[in-house]
C-alpha cells in the first residue's frame, strides 16, 4: 500500500530558530499533500494544502510567511517553521493524496513532534 | 456550530464488547466518509473508506452511512485492547478536496 514518510519525528529547537520537516511518498506520485496542525486530544486541524509546481493554499488564519510550505516534486514536500516560538509547539502531519481525480487516496505520514523551548 | 460533530470520549469497554462510534455533520454535499485509527504520537491510519449511504463491512469493523440522517457510525465487533486508540471520523465532497475531520473519540478495551 502506499506509504508516506516524515522526517524527522520528533524535534526540539529554541526559540528563534527555524526547523524543516520533510513528508515523502515512497512508492506512489502525490500531486497534493495536506499540511495538519494537531494538540493534544483535538482533531487534525489543515493548515495548507500544496500541489506540485504551484503555491500552496493556505487556510484561514494560517501565517503563510511562518509556515513555508514547499512541494518541488512529485515525491517530497516541506513545512520550514522559521522562527519558532513556544507556542508553535505541536504535532505536525502530513498526508498525501495519489493521482488525480481519486478521492481516497489519503495516505497519512507518522507525524512531527516539535518542541520550541 | 462545527461541520463535523464527535463525540470525544474517552470510552472505556470490556474486551469482546461491540463498539459503536459516530459522527454527524451538516454538510449536505459530503458523499465521502473514511474512518481513522491513530494511535499516541503517531498519525491517523485509514480503516474504512464508504461512498455515499450505505454499510462497508471489513473483518471486525462495519461502516454505516446515513445521508438522511447526516450520521455515520463505526461499529467494531469482538473489540481487542490493540484497538485502543483514537478513532476520527473524515469526510469530503469528493474530487480530491480536502477532508474535513470530526473531534476524534478516544478509546479504551480493557482486559
Known amino acids: 500500500g502506499a506509504v508516506v514518510s516524515q522526517h524527522p519525528s520528533w524535534v526540539i529547537c529554541k526559540s528563534g530558530t527555524s526547523v524543516k520537516i520533510e513528508c515523502r511518498s515512497l512508492?506512489?506520485?502525490?500531486?497534493?499533500m495536506f499540511w495538519y496542525r494537531q494538540f493534544p486530544k483535538q482533531s487534525l486541524m489543515l493548515m495548507a494544502t500544496?500541489?506540485?509546481?504551484?503555491?500552496?493554499?493556505?487556510e484561514q488564519g494560517v501565517e503563510k510567511d511562518k509556515f513555508l510550505i514547499n512541494h518541488a516534486s512529485l515525491t517530497l514536500s516541506t513545512l520550514t517553521v522559521t522562527s519558532a516560538h513556544p507556542e508553535d509547539s505541536s504535532f505536525y502531519i502530513c498526508s498525501a493524496r495519489e493521482g488525480t481525480g481519486l478521492n481516497y487516496g489519503y495516505t497519512f505520514g507518522s507525524g512531527t513532534r516539535l518542541t520550541v523551548v | 456550530q462545527k461541520e463535523v460533530e464527535q463525540d470525544p470520549g474517552p470510552l472505556s469497554v470490556p474486551e469482546g464488547a461491540i463498539v459503536s462510534l459516530n459522527c454527524t455533520y451538516s454538510?449536505?454535499?459530503?458523499?465521502?466518509f473514511m474512518w481513522y485509527r491513530q494511535y499516541s504520537r503517531k498519525g491517523p491510519e485509514l480503516l474504512m473508506y464508504?461512498?455515499?449511504?450505505g454499510n462497508k463491512e471489513d473483518g471486525r469493523f462495519t461502516a454505516q452511512v446515513d445521508k438522511s440522517s447526516k450520521y455515520i457510525s463505526l461499529f467494531i465487533r469482538d473489540s481487542q485492547p490493540s484497538d485502543s486508540a483514537t478513532y476520527l471520523c473524515a469526510m469530503n465532497a469528493g474530487g480530491g478536496n480536502k477532508l474535513t475531520f470530526g473531534t476524534g473519540t478516544q478509546l479504551k478495551v480493557e482486559l
Open positions: 454538510n449536505s454535499a459530503f458523499q465521502y
Open positions: 512508492d506512489f506520485q502525490a500531486t497534493t
Open positions: 464508504t461512498y455515499s449511504s
Open positions: 500544496s500541489n506540485e509546481g504551484s503555491k500552496a493554499t493556505y
